[in-house]
């Protein structure tokens, strides 16, 4: 055998197992589609599931990037644009953020993060530790340095998602304005 056959054939084997992972690798929910279904818990170890919540009533669910080896500048801005609003969102949705990571330590960098923030009594905070909620909903980040790609969904209380945006890198995120924007727009 040749060696150009011999990659050719290495190349096709190659390209038939990363469309396999391709086609097995999660698609992040769109509008119109069902949420899927996730329990996390908070700092504190209160278990919130997602179904449970939007039983309730609305849920903004604000998927950070975590912690990729240091706190996120853009998520700390982003959260708190978020906690500043938070008068505005308390009487039409519950906010949901998540900070993904590895489970080494990662409790103790969402309270780092937390810290000298003015953190809302209403809104939840839950960690995702090794990535199981950001890899479910296709949110996974998987380069160097990275965790998950920032995220905004607005979910209804049937468990639909309303309003979704997602961002490549590390601006283009929903902010606390677009989101009661959109809040007010669905109904």
Request: with cysteine; glycine share 6%; proline share 6%.
């Amino acid at each position: 055998m040749t060696n150009t056959r011999i990659v050719s054939q290495f190349l096709t084997i190659l390209a038939l197992v990363a469309s396999a992972f391709a086609v097995n690798a999660a698609e992040p929910p769109k509008v119109g589609d069902a949420a899927p279904d996730f329990t996390l818990n908070t700092l504190d170890g209160k278990t919130v599931k997602l179904s449970q919540e939007t039983a309730k009533r609305p849920v903004v669910l604000v998927v950070l990037r975590g912690w990729p080896g240091y706190q996120c500048p853009i998520c700390t801005r982003q959260v708190q644009e978020f906690t500043q609003q938070a008068d505005a969102l308390a009487g039409k949705a519950q906010v949901l953020m998540v900070y993904p990571g590895p489970a080494d330590d990662l409790k103790a960098h969402a309270q780092e993060f937390l810290k000298d923030k003015q953190w809302p009594e209403k809104f939840l905070f839950v960690t995702d530790p090794d990535y199981t909620f950001t890899q479910s909903y296709g949110l996974r980040w998987d380069a160097k340095g990275e965790t998950a790609y920032p995220s905004t969904f607005i979910i209804d209380s049937k468990g639909k998602i309303q309003f979704a945006k997602i961002s490549k890198g590390h601006g283009g995120r929903s902010n606390a304005a677009e989101v009661v924007k959109a809040m007010d727009e669905i109904k």
